[in-house]
């Protein structure tokens, strides 16, 4: 159950820095010179791939950004988040 509750807030991390870096996108694509936006959208997209990687290593991989490390194509042979694959 705790291994359950970990994976979850991971999951929810996930959730939370990909909406910001998708927010600021929306921004820059609109104020494309914005240096403070840029270095807010390359903060969070650090911290959205450190987090994918994260959860690719314990649970495998969530999205399509991140593969393992062996190079082994496993997107499509586990559960997928909407199949039980992230709880």
């Avoid at 970990?6 to 910001?20: C, G, P, T």
């Avoid at 936006?37 to 991989?61: D, I, S, T, V, W």
Wanted: proline residues 5%; hydrophobic residues 35%.
């Amino acid at each position: 159950m705790a291994n359950q509750m970990e994976r979850y807030k991971l999951y929810q991390w996930i959730n939370m820095v990909s909406f910001a870096v998708v927010d600021i996108t929306l921004y820059l694509d609109t104020h494309p010179e914005d240096q403070e936006a840029m270095a807010y959208y390359n903060h969070f997209k650090e911290l959205r791939m450190k987090a994918l990687k994260e959860y690719e290593c314990q649970y495998g991989p969530l999205t399509i950004d991140t593969y393992t490390a062996e190079g082994k194509w496993l997107w499509s042979t586990q559960p997928m988040p909407w199949e039980g694959g992230c709880f």
